[in-house]
């Protein structure tokens, strides 16, 4: 590690002012104190001393949130499994059962692995992309004002996926973190300042925008395929199939 923090060190003084990376300090920064201990602490007297500072703090709530992301992924892969089975279906006939039908991991749902990795197909993508976004947003209000990239959106990043369904279309996933970030952090001025939830805030504006349309369309959609290829099952044909009456 040695060698990683010496290369740090001689490329530090091109992002401070007046160097020809200057308006990328706040990247720099970020990757270097997410590494490493900031290298400026309180020394007075009136200050308690201590190695944590929000970054640290930051890290804690997400290695905290790491066993709620594998029960959601178990749980998810447990429905679905649990649903194959009753409904005798042999692989989801999507990209997802492509990937277990190679790996030959199954859908069996008294298998915790199986239910983790199946889970983890429909979590994974969602997760990338709210982070990928999120932290595109992030990134661009650190550089334009020239300040630091908060490790608070790590846990928005994982907060969020954790509140939406698994089958949500990854462009809904983008919208929704980019409200969040943006009119539910940003626009006040950034961590410490906001009132707002940034994850609770993309997920109050998902359930408001998209409430109805997508899910029901979507749901109409797999029933026919389901209709087609398991006519056994007794379903009525999807002539039949309404949509839900909106309330």
């Not at 003084?13 to 990328?24: A, Q, S, V």
């Not at 990338?128 to 595109?136: A, E, F, P, S, Y």
């Amino acid at each position: 590690m040695k060698v990683l923090r010496d290369l740090l060190d001689q490329a530090e003084p091109l992002f401070h002012k007046g160097g020809r990376l200057e308006k990328l300090y706040a990247l720099y920064e970020a990757a270097d104190t997410f590494l490493y201990t900031p290298g400026r602490v309180t020394d007075g007297p009136t200050h308690v001393r201590d190695g944590i500072d929000l970054k640290r703090t930051m890290v804690t709530v997400v290695a905290a949130l790491v066993p709620c992301i594998f029960m959601a992924m178990w749980n998810t892969g447990y429905q679905i499994n649990l649903a194959m089975q009753q409904m005798e279906a042999a692989t989801t006939g999507e990209w997802r059962g492509i990937i277990i039908d190679i790996l030959g991991i199954g859908y069996n749902p008294h298998n915790p692995l199986a239910n983790i990795f199946h889970g983890f197909l429909y979590f994974f993508p969602v997760f990338l992309v709210c982070n990928m976004v999120g932290g595109l947003w992030e990134g661009l209000f650190a550089l334009v004002r020239k300040h630091e990239i908060n490790e608070g959106f790590l846990v928005t990043g994982m907060l969020f996926p954790l509140t939406l369904p698994p089958t949500i279309p990854l462009w809904q996933v983008a919208i929704g973190i980019s409200f969040g970030v943006v009119l539910g952090k940003e626009v006040f001025g950034g961590t410490g300042k906001n009132f707002l939830n940034p994850a609770l805030t993309g997920r109050a504006f998902l359930y408001f925008a998209y409430p109805r349309r997508d899910h029901r369309r979507r749901g109409l959609g797999r029933g026919r395929r389901l209709y087609a290829r398991y006519p056994a099952w007794g379903l009525l044909p999807p002539t039949a199939w309404q949509p839900l009456p909106a309330r």
